[in-house]
């Protein structure tokens, strides 16, 4: 499809439901006493991946007005007939890892082509040492865990991960006295802030995260806010589109998740938050953005958690600033969906954007202008996907964007939002 040039974006919109909260919800839902309603929940194909997922292990859900799970308790999941499918979700395989590690029986996580060539290790050794027993093929998918009496560890983070976290503390759920994990740097802590919703004591000391067996887990109900990954595009939009005026209602504003938001602010962009409140321990509110003017800036290592997943959009921002911009400790980036580092660089060059890999991020000579246009491939990518759609529309041609498809795994109707705010 052809991704038309913009001349501003104007209106009010809210976005789906986060997805991080959504698996999350699911999971603790099905491993949680009575029933847990889900009000806001992200649907998407990798949410559905939990969802189908923990149906596979006995747990029943309807979706009428809002996602309804009977929990299965504790220990309570069941051994099912043959692998489980995580689809592409690697949120899906690692956290549901954690908690089949405290489980009886012997269950297979499997997934896509895409799934299946992303690495394991990184929570295979942590269930290990705390007594799983573990397998995979060379160290990818599919991972096949025997359940067992676990023990509590000290786990340090080689790399800041979120999912490696939370795979451990949800292990931990399981285990003879407490399981502390240690971050190298702060990651997002939904995780966190869910279990101790449920009940579950959480110990929260800098960047070490404890916790022990608990006597009961009851969520009752969460309310998802809007997703802050799938607002990103349309800030970065409406920033770069001169004349734009756009509003974001009900956004989670966690800050471990809002990096984007402080790069951009000192790179001069113009976006208010307000009306700010809490649901379900989540901070939320309203994004107002206008376009501005940018210049350079470089995203240090230390803040590559707060932001990992919008650093294409990032580096589309810095294509249309002024002077050099950098990211840098930006490793995690070549294990996505698709090695980030090469697949960004290929797409903004191709729109003439001066744009270096480099082993850990990159580096983008801006220029206050627009790109030419060009086509982009996605590779399957949604993150690539929105990055080619809102490339088109501040483009100076438009954009072919191929496999355009790729934003359903993320956001439904993605497209549809974005057209009803454009301006041509």
Do not use: W
Not at 94 to 109: D, H, N, P
Not at 180 to 204: F, I, K, S, Y
Not at 405 to 416: D, I, K, L, N, R
């Amino acid at each position: 499809m052809k991704v038309e040039p913009a001349t501003a974006l104007h209106g009010h919109i809210a976005v789906p439901g986060d997805k991080s909260i959504s698996h999350r919800a699911v999971l603790l839902g099905a491993i949680g006493e009575g029933e847990t309603l889900v009000r806001g929940f992200g649907r998407s194909r990798d949410t559905e991946s939990t969802i189908a997922a923990v149906g596979a292990l006995g747990v029943h859900e309807e979706d009428v007005d809002r996602l309804r799970i009977e929990g299965a308790g504790l220990r309570g999941l069941r051994e099912p007939g043959g692998p489980i499918d995580c689809g592409n979700s690697g949120t899906t395989l690692r956290l549901l890892a954690g908690i089949l590690a405290g489980q009886q029986g012997r269950f297979e996580l499997a997934g896509d082509k895409s799934l299946s060539r992303r690495p394991v290790d990184r929570i295979a050794e942590p269930l290990a040492q705390m007594g799983a027993r573990v397998e995979s093929d060379d160290g990818h998918p599919p991972l096949t865990l025997e359940g067992g009496e676990l023990r509590g560890i000290r786990y340090e983070l080689p790399v800041a991960s979120a999912q490696v976290k939370s795979c451990v503390l949800l292990a931990g759920l399981y285990a003879q006295g407490r399981t502390t994990v240690v971050e190298p740097l702060p990651t997002r802590d939904h995780t966190e802030l869910m279990l101790a919703a449920a009940g579950v004591h959480v110990r929260r000391q800098q960047r070490r995260i404890s916790l022990g067996p608990p006597e009961h887990l009851r969520l009752g109900g969460v309310a998802v806010p809007g997703d802050f990954s799938a607002a990103a595009p349309f800030v970065v939009a409406a920033t770069l589109l001169s004349g734009s005026e756009l509003t974001i209602h009900d956004v989670g504003l966690n800050p471990r998740r809002t990096g984007l938001l402080d790069v951009l602010a000192r790179m001069g962009a113009r976006v208010t938050t307000f009306h700010r409140h809490r649901s379900s321990g989540e901070p939320v509110g309203d994004l107002e953005i206008r376009s501005a003017e940018l210049v350079a800036t470089t995203v240090r290592a230390e803040e590559v958690p707060l932001l990992v997943d919008e650093l294409p959009l990032f580096a589309l921002a810095a294509a249309c600033s002024r002077g050099e911009s950098r990211v840098e400790g930006a490793r995690e980036l070549r294990v996505k969906e698709t090695d980030r580092v090469e697949t960004v660089t290929a797409a903004l060059r191709a729109l003439g954007v001066r744009i270096t890999a480099t082993e850990d991020g990159f580096t983008v000579r801006g220029v206050p202008a627009r790109p030419k246009g060009g086509r982009i491939h996605s590779h399957g990518d949604h993150r690539i996907a929105m990055l080619g759609a809102v490339a088109g529309l501040v483009s100076g041609q438009g954009v072919e964007l191929e496999d355009a498809q790729a934003v359903a795994v993320s956001f439904p109707g993605f497209f549809e939002l974005l057209d009803s705010v454009t301006q041509r």
